[in-house]
């Protein structure tokens, strides 16, 4: 059997599971019981491929959180197998940058190209390897089951049966109601976005049919010259080649949170998440740090973060998609960033903001450090509240310890770490008149950052 590769997308943005998904934080990088969708979809690829020959591609937003989410699945996984969209370009130009950089290293290799977003059952696995005898002549698509005449989906028409599957007659956009019945009622498949192929067989339909595409990655062109299009559109609905074998374990594109809602668990009256209900049934219900009491309300969504609440009927949660659009139009910086924020270093939480004036926490990993760095607009005061700091001020070595604390002025240059074997946190306290994040002049990073 060829060896087998795995390409993960990981570079979407998923606004309609907002205030929970943000542009700094998305969808896949979320905890679903246990693990995120991202790093279960990574450990859905290492049962199919080494760890060396997995590839990401993400944006540089995220390149940070696909590296420390991997390492906290205790996999290695270099830079070149990190491929950093410069901006995005929609599925197709993304698949096959990660081609391109796998057929350098085996170019008779077998590739499975996974979205990061999406749930699979246990038994998935065993079913997508099933179809790779498929890849000597097909590009090889799954589609699920319908339990439901779904809207949000795309659809597939089978045609010819194979000996494991069917060709594809015709690929179906998102229908109405009526027409997503009667595709379920003619045997259609959701069009799950997930792929297998051959190096070989993808090159050839890439090149016969987005011959430009094909050209600017043969040639080393510029990334702006791509354009933007789907695998879907560029390529699957115009071969000959294409198959659909379908899955029948479980799958959600976890779309909407009416979709999470339907894989959660649920009390007895059909309510999800932490709640205290009185003649409440069907809501989905997800709070951070407070308890949540229903009364009265039937098949509603709550969600609360710490600087945002969301509530509405479940029948509407596409429509958070369009609340997001509109917050982005007014230009409301809560749609991009949440109070908690991942740095490649650790993390900080805003917990105060005044005139001339911010409180943060600083959570530092073991072993971490931020860049030596220095701010024009405003000084710092740091107090340790759990493990030893590493400071480093004005070119002074410095150990502050629980319950100490030192000052950073304004201009001076500064780095704080954490040598020791526990999560380092610090209190911060920035004064000044201009206290963005964009105020950091960065000499020394050990992330390379600008």
Known sequence: MNQIYTIILAGGVGTRLWPLS????????????????????????????????????????????????????????????????????????????????????????VIMVFPSDHLLGASAGEELR???????????????????????????????????????????????????????KDGYFWNSGMFLFSVQVFMNELIRYQP??????????????????????????????????PLSSSWSDLGNFNAWYEISGKDACDNSG???????????????????????????????????????????????????????????????????????WGSYLGLETGPGFQIKRLTVNPGMRLSLQRHHHRSEHWVVVHGTADVELDGKQLFVRPGESTFVPAGVMHRLGNSGKIPLEVIEVQIGEYLEEDDIERTEDDFKRV
């Not at 795309?154 to 060709?167: C, D, S, V």
């Not at 600017?216 to 071969?239: C, N, Q, R, T």
């Open 22 to 109: 943000r542009t700094y934080y998305p969808k896949q990088f979320l905890q679903v019981n246990g693990h995120s969708l991202f790093q279960k979809t990574y450990l859905r690829a290492v049962e199919n491929s080494n760890p060396s020959d997995i590839y990401v591609v993400t944006n540089e937003l995220h390149h940070f959180l696909v590296k420390n989410q991997i390492n906290e699945l205790r996999y290695p996984i270099a830079d070149e197998q990190i491929l950093l969209e410069p901006s995005g370009k929609n599925t197709l130009p993304a698949i096959a940058w990660g081609v391109t950089e796998i057929a350098k290293k085996n170019p008779d290799s």
């Open 130 to 184: 099933s179809a790779i005898p498929l890849c000597e002549h097909y590009l090889v698509t799954f589609g699920i089951i319908p339990d439901s005449p779904h809207t949000g989906y795309g659809y597939i028409a089978p045609g010819n049966p194979l000996e494991k599957g069917f060709q594809v007659h015709e690929f179906k956009e998102k229908p109405d109601e009526d027409t997503a019945r009667q595709y379920v």
């Open 212 to 245: 430009i595409i094909a050209d600017i990655f043969e040639k080393g062109g510029s990334w702006d010259e791509l354009p933007s299009v789907s695998i879907d559109y560029g390529i699957l609905e115009h071969s000959n080649n294409v198959a659909v074998v």
């Open 274 to 344: 932490n709640c205290m209900a009185i003649e409440s049934y069907g809501n989905f219900v997800t709070t951070k740090d407070r308890f949540a009491a229903l009364i009265g309300i039937k098949d509603t969504i709550v969600v609360e973060t710490c600087d945002a609440l969301l509530v509405c009927r479940r029948d509407m949660a596409e429509r958070v998609g369009d609340l997001v659009k509109d917050l982005k139009k007014q230009g409301n910086p809560i749609t991009e960033i949440h109070r908690l924020v991942y740095r490649p």
